[in-house]
């Protein structure tokens, strides 16, 4: 029951996530920041000529050190004992100032290059109360850019309560791994049956997709826990999007193998590039990439899945409406949000597919089980069906009643085929020599009740090969009752066998005059019996003719290796 | 008697040879084996023939043509078969026995003196009188049937409708398949019992059944007692 507990599981992580990200009133309003190269402790206070500031720094090289300067009106003073906190997601190593105190150090700024990576780029720090009273103040940062210099004053900047500021990243965070290990236990569901049935590589890409899922929330969510320095950003950007790059392909690609069109694999080669392309530009561009990956993987699945819908492939009408569900999540909502919810989504409609495929197995499966039970059952009704039967027994009661020897003789043959077809009953494939020895039994009863000289023939014949029980026999019952006898009433069958590397052969001819054309019902259902035979042990790897000869009767089986 | 055996197991046909020599003796003229369904039809229609012993399934080939073509013949058929579950659909045709496969020499001699007495029917299962039109076998239902006249070797069947069809079958033979709803009320006359509307006695002793079309046919002085009985 794990497929009927994920969507569950998604709804949860879908509305906790929307819940957590409502927000509390804001506290405070930001202004402008300013910035100026050099380094002067004085720039610090909260009052400061700053009008001859910088409003934006393209460069700063060489991890020089620089200021910057915002102004900040505290909207409502903090509760006494409750301290705001000032979250900042800065590029570079820092020291804050709040109204000239010193109330946080991230790092060494000026000296990066000497000293090893320190600080982090999430922090929190709390803002002492007395300096957070209502009105304005200055927020100025010492800082140094030494790894990415281009990369200056981008800053995010959040005041709030302070435990609140902490609580709340734990409990987004925490949601999210909820979300993201439900998907890696589906993924981890799905390899395994996959490993199971190696054949389905829709549970595969399932599967990798839900681990690529579960990967991304990871990398995005556990920023809140592991320190990560500015410097090292860029390739957990980048980890980040690789991953969204596999989602972005995987997803088209399975609904292509699910709904299939003309052209699929130019189009997905031509995708791929695409996405290729999205992934390699500009290598800070990372919100660009991310949403034409995305809004690519939307609009390729939302054409394949409408084709899908248009040809009235089975399921597509509900993945459709999935896929435009998240679809008006991206639209309506922010990326973030939309991104988990959409891909939840779209993974649900990935999900119903796989239901259906495995559900269409199982039916095949089961068929295949009432077929092989069907199979076995005309197997062993081929010696109590009245035709044979009754005959059998009504020329038994004669000979006995005539020929009381003789009549014994009979009944042994008879045992001798009903052992055989014991023997054989329950299996798909037999040794040859053994469906050889089942036609040479059947050939003494018939000489008994025809008192037609039968003769049998094989050439070629390898012991070492297996055939289906009853096939032979079911040729030769054939030729029995459709033959009538040569001159010196007698009718000759000959079993040839030929292989090579590319199939095996085997050729049954009958000798006899006034064979007529297979038309009746009995023969039909011998034929059928012997074509259910072949696929069931060969699959499609057989042929089989059935045709009239000028001595008689000829029947072809070929099984491809 | 002459008599033809259809049937393609050669032990079988043996027996059954075997057998009906034995239980018919010196009236017996000729008995001939045939095992193949062309054949049989070909053999029915350039001898005359009295009883034809039939099986339904001759070298995997369907014997139900084989059956109508038979029954609409003068003489009587009886089904030799494996298949006990064709027994109904011979009797709805118009055989005299059906005897199933194995068979005892008792079981067949059973079905062979049926064909010597004047029993009345075992079944009153039949639903057809097969007729023999140009081309065709036309298959006539028993509840069309009024009643039958016979017309020496043949018989003419008086229907509902008003028609009249002609057998080949003798008016002894088809009184052998006709159920008990069915009356042989004269040496030339069966009748169904529940078209007479009433007996009319004429001048003479001549008794005439009335019937419910308006026909009037003749009771036999031998006949009137035993279905006046019967009627009242």
Same mark, same amino acid.
């Given at each position: 029951?794990?497929?009927?507990?994920?969507?569950?599981?998604?709804?949860?992580?879908?509305?906790?996530?929307?819940?957590?990200?409502?927000?509390?009133?804001?506290?405070?309003?930001?202004?402008?920041?300013?910035?100026?190269?050099?380094?002067?402790?004085?720039?610090?206070?909260?009052?400061?000529? *700053?009008?001859?500031?910088?409003?934006?720094?393209?460069?700063?090289?060489? &991890?020089?050190?620089?200021?910057?300067?915002? @102004?900040? *009106?505290?909207?409502?003073?903090?509760?006494?004992?409750?301290?705001?906190?000032?979250?900042?997601?800065?590029?570079?190593?820092?020291?804050?100032?709040?109204?000239?105190?010193?109330?946080?150090?991230?790092?060494?700024?000026?000296?990066?290059?000497?000293?090893?990576?320190?600080?982090?780029?999430?922090?929190?720090?709390?803002?002492?109360?007395?300096?957070?009273?209502?009105?304005?103040?200055?927020?100025?940062?010492?800082?140094?850019?030494?790894?990415?210099?281009?990369?200056?004053?981008?800053?995010?900047?959040?005041?709030?309560?302070?435990?609140?500021?902490?609580?709340?990243?734990?409990?987004?965070?925490? +949601?999210?791994?909820?979300?993201?290990?439900?998907?890696?236990?589906?993924?981890?569901?799905?390899?395994?049956?996959?490993?199971?049935?190696?054949?389905?590589?829709?549970?595969?890409?399932?599967?990798?997709?839900?681990?690529?899922?579960?990967?991304?929330?990871?990398?995005?969510?556990?920023? *809140? +826990?592991?320190?990560?320095? +500015?410097?090292?950003?860029?390739?957990?950007?980048?980890?980040?999007?690789?991953?969204?790059? &596999?989602?972005?392909?995987?997803?088209?690609?399975?609904?292509?193998?699910?709904?299939?069109?003309?052209?699929?694999?130019?189009?997905?080669?031509?995708?791929?590039?695409?996405?290729?392309?999205?992934?390699?530009?500009?290598?800070?561009?990372?919100?660009?990439?991310?949403?034409?990956?995305?809004?690519?993987?939307?609009?390729?699945?939302?054409?394949?899945?409408?084709?899908?819908?248009?040809?009235?492939?089975?399921?597509?009408?509900?993945?459709?409406?999935?896929?435009?569900?998240?679809?008006?999540?991206?639209?309506?909502?922010?990326?973030?949000?939309?991104?988990?919810?959409?891909? &939840?989504?779209?993974?649900?409609?990935?999900?119903?597919?796989?239901?259906?495929?495995?559900?269409?197995?199982?039916?095949?499966?089961?068929?295949?089980?009432?077929?092989?039970?069907?199979? @076995?059952?005309?197997?062993?009704?081929?010696?109590?069906?009245?035709?044979?039967?009754?005959?059998?027994?009504?020329?038994?009661?004669?000979?006995?009643?005539?020929?009381?020897?003789?009549?014994?003789?009979?009944?042994?043959?008879?045992?001798?085929?009903?052992?055989?077809?014991?023997?054989?009953?329950?299996?798909?494939?037999?040794?040859?020599?053994?469906?050889?020895?089942?036609?040479?039994?059947?050939?003494?009863?018939?000489? +008994? @009740?025809?008192?037609?000289?039968?003769?049998?023939?094989?050439?070629?014949?390898?012991?070492?090969?297996?055939?289906?029980?009853?096939?032979?026999?079911?040729?030769?019952?054939?030729?029995?009752?459709?033959?009538?006898?040569?001159?010196?009433?007698?009718?000759?069958?000959?079993?040839?066998?030929?292989?090579?590397?590319?199939?095996?052969?085997?050729?049954?001819?009958?000798?006899?005059?006034?064979?007529?054309?297979?038309?009746?019902?009995?023969?039909?259902?011998?034929?059928?019996?012997?074509?259910?035979?072949?696929?069931?042990?060969?699959?499609?790897?057989?042929?089989?003719?059935?045709?009239?000869?000028?001595?008689?009767?000829?029947?072809?089986?070929?099984?491809?290796? | 008697?002459?008599?033809?055996?259809?049937?393609?197991?050669?032990?079988?046909?043996?027996?059954?040879?075997?057998?009906?020599?034995?239980?018919?003796?010196?009236?017996?003229?000729?008995?001939?084996?045939?095992?193949?369904?062309?054949?049989?039809?070909?053999?029915?229609?350039?001898?005359?023939?009295?009883?034809?012993?039939?099986?339904?399934?001759?070298?995997?080939?369907?014997?139900?043509?084989?059956?109508?073509?038979?029954?609409?013949?003068?003489?009587?058929?009886?089904?030799?078969?494996?298949?006990?579950?064709?027994?109904?659909?011979?009797?709805?045709?118009?055989?005299?026995?059906?005897?199933?496969?194995?068979?005892?020499?008792?079981?067949?001699?059973?079905?062979?003196?049926?064909?010597?007495?004047?029993?009345?029917?075992?079944?009153?299962?039949?639903?057809?009188?097969?007729?023999?039109?140009?081309?065709?076998?036309?298959?006539?239902?028993?509840?069309?049937?009024?009643?039958?006249?016979?017309?020496?070797?043949?018989?003419?069947?008086?229907?509902?409708?008003?028609?009249?069809?002609?057998?080949?079958?003798?008016?002894?033979?088809?009184?052998?398949?006709?159920?008990?709803?069915?009356?042989?009320?004269?040496?030339?006359?069966?009748?169904?019992?529940?078209?007479?509307?009433?007996?009319?006695?004429?001048?003479?002793?001549?008794?005439?059944?009335?019937?419910?079309?308006?026909?009037?046919?003749?009771?036999?002085?031998?006949?009137?007692?035993?279905?006046?009985?019967?009627?009242?």
């Amino acid at each position: 029951m794990n497929l009927r507990s994920l969507p569950s599981l998604l709804l949860i992580g879908i509305l906790l996530l929307s819940t957590s990200c409502g927000q509390a009133p804001e506290v405070f309003k930001e202004h402008q920041t300013v910035y100026q190269i050099g380094d002067n402790p004085t720039w610090a206070k909260k009052v400061l000529n *700053d009008g001859n500031w910088e409003r934006r720094m393209e460069l700063i090289p060489e &991890g020089e050190i620089f200021w910057s300067r915002t @102004r900040i *009106d505290i909207l409502k003073a903090p509760e006494e004992l409750r301290p705001y906190g000032l979250q900042i997601d800065a590029y570079g190593e820092y020291e804050i100032f709040w109204d000239g105190v010193m109330i946080g150090k991230n790092g060494n700024p000026g000296q990066e290059a000497e000293l090893p990576p320190e600080g982090e780029l999430w922090i929190t720090y709390s803002i002492p109360t007395h300096l957070a009273t209502e009105g304005e103040h200055v927020l100025a940062l010492r800082l140094s850019n030494y790894y990415f210099p281009d990369h200056v004053g981008q800053y995010e900047i959040e005041i709030a309560d302070y435990e609140d500021l902490l609580t709340d990243m734990l409990i987004k965070t925490s +949601y999210m791994h909820v979300f993201a290990g439900a998907f890696l236990i589906v993924s981890i569901y799905f390899l395994f049956l996959f490993l199971n049935n190696r054949k389905e590589y829709p549970t595969l890409i399932f599967s990798v997709c839900c681990f690529f899922i579960c990967g991304l929330v990871l990398i995005v969510f556990s920023k *809140d +826990y592991v320190s990560i320095h +500015y410097s090292v950003h860029v390739i957990r950007l980048q980890i980040l999007n690789s991953f969204l790059l &596999g989602i972005s392909f995987l997803i088209p690609y399975y609904f292509s193998m699910q709904f299939p069109y003309a052209r699929r694999r130019l189009s997905l080669i031509l995708y791929a590039v695409l996405l290729i392309f999205f992934w390699i530009i500009s290598d800070h561009a990372f919100n660009y990439k991310t949403v034409g990956m995305v809004l690519s993987m939307l609009i390729f699945s939302f054409g394949i899945v409408t084709y899908g819908a248009y040809k009235h492939a089975r399921g597509a009408r509900l993945v459709l409406v999935t896929l435009l569900m998240s679809i008006v999540v991206f639209l309506a909502s922010g990326f973030v949000v939309s991104l988990y919810t959409g891909l &939840g989504l779209i993974l649900l409609g990935m999900l119903y597919l796989l239901a259906l495929n495995i559900k269409d197995q199982r039916l095949a499966y089961e068929s295949s089980l009432v077929q092989s039970t069907r199979l @076995r059952l005309e197997l062993l009704k081929k010696n109590i069906q009245p035709h044979f039967l009754m005959n059998t027994l009504t020329s038994l009661i004669d000979w006995v009643e005539e020929s009381p020897k003789k009549g014994v003789l009979f009944i042994e043959a008879l045992a001798k085929e009903f052992d055989l077809f014991n023997q054989i009953e329950d299996q798909t494939l037999i040794p040859i020599a053994q469906e050889i020895a089942l036609c040479r039994a059947h050939i003494e009863i018939m000489e +008994y @009740r025809k008192e037609i000289n039968y003769c049998w023939e094989e050439e070629g014949i390898d012991i070492e090969q297996t055939i289906p029980p009853g096939t032979l026999h079911t040729l030769l019952e054939n030729g029995i009752t459709h033959s009538l006898p040569l001159e010196g009433n007698s009718i000759k069958f000959k079993l040839v066998y030929e292989s090579n590397s590319d199939y095996k052969c085997y050729t049954f001819l009958t000798f006899a005059t006034g064979v007529r054309q297979a038309t009746s019902r009995e023969e039909g259902t011998g034929l059928r019996y012997i074509k259910a035979r072949l696929t069931e042990s060969y699959q499609s790897k057989w042929d089989f003719v059935s045709e009239p000869t000028d001595h008689g009767w000829k029947s072809v089986i070929k099984i491809y290796s | 008697m002459d008599i033809l055996i259809v049937e393609d197991e050669s032990r079988i046909a043996k027996r059954v040879e075997r057998m009906t020599r034995d239980f018919f003796g010196n009236t017996l003229n000729s008995v001939s084996h045939i095992n193949t369904l062309r054949e049989a039809l070909v053999f029915i229609e350039n001898n005359a023939l009295d009883l034809v012993l039939l099986d339904l399934n001759l070298n995997g080939e369907d014997g139900f043509d084989l059956l109508t073509v038979a029954v609409a013949e003068s003489f009587q058929t009886i089904i030799i078969s494996a298949y006990k579950d064709q027994a109904i659909t011979a009797f709805e045709y118009g055989v005299l026995d059906f005897v199933p496969k194995p068979f005892s020499r008792d079981r067949l001699e059973q079905a062979l003196h049926r064909v010597t007495s004047k029993e009345e029917a075992i079944t009153d299962m039949v639903r057809f009188l097969a007729v023999k039109k140009r081309q065709r076998i036309q298959l006539i239902s028993i509840e069309d049937l009024v009643y039958i006249r016979g017309a020496g070797a043949y018989t003419e069947l008086f229907l509902a409708d008003g028609s009249k069809e002609l057998h080949d079958k003798s008016l002894e033979k088809l009184e052998q398949l006709l159920s008990n709803s069915f009356e042989r009320i004269h040496k030339s006359y069966i009748v169904r019992m529940s078209e007479v509307k009433g007996i009319v006695v004429k001048s003479g002793s001549k008794y005439l059944a009335e019937l419910k079309n308006g026909d009037f046919i003749p009771i036999g002085r031998t006949k009137y007692k035993a279905l006046k009985a019967k009627w009242y």
